[in-house]
């Protein structure tokens, strides 16, 4: 039994919540006052960006950027990084120019690489392909087995989102076709990926 008439120290106060980071803090900091051409556009990317960098090499995800941020990104991004690629996908610049062009059809998907980096970009590493009910046509096979065998047109599909949509500058056709369902609209639509 505790006889001791002190009273017990009242327990710490909770931290306080903080709240989350923006894009735009979270450039500065990784950019630790160099220079950065990617903060210009930082406001137009936030809506789509799917987190921030745990570490400062770390890549920053986008996607469903829509066509009025990719007519933003097109006024505002430097000349020379629209040419920019994701391997053999289409250019910065093409993908932006498809999505404005195609407004209700066309979504990019990519990444971005912070200031702190020697490569800091912004890649668009594919689309959404909406509303072309001719591309549920073609016949395409989740098989790593050569198109040849399965009767795969995924060259095929490609072409005609190539020639829809004016991606004369990629390097090849993606290397993910896959259906997807939005979760924001429900509409149906193709997804395509250059690993």
Partial sequence: MDLD???APAPA??????????????????????????????????PYV???????????????????????????????HLRDKQNSAPSLGAVLVAAVGHPAEVEVHGYLVPPCRPDERIAA????????????????VDDDAPCA??????????????????????????QVIAPRTCRRTGRRGWYLWWT
């Fill in 5 to 7: 008439p002190t009273p």
């Fill in 13 to 46: 106060p909770a931290p306080a919540a903080r709240s989350r980071e923006t894009l735009q803090q979270c450039w500065h900091r990784l950019a630790d006052g160099g220079p950065s051409w990617t903060l210009d556009v930082l406001d137009v990317l936030e």
């Fill in 50 to 80: 799917l987190g921030r960098p745990d570490h400062p090499g770390d890549v920053v995800r986008y996607r469903d950027l829509s066509w009025t941020a990719a007519a933003a990104l097109l006024q505002r991004v430097p000349p020379g």
């Fill in 125 to 140: 590493e594919g689309i959404v392909v909406y509303d072309h009910p001719e591309l549920e046509e073609f016949r395409l």
């Fill in 149 to 174: 065998q399965t009767g795969c047109e995924c060259r095929a599909f490609w072409s005609s989102v190539q020639a829809s949509f004016g991606l004369a500058d990629a390097g090849g056709g993606p």
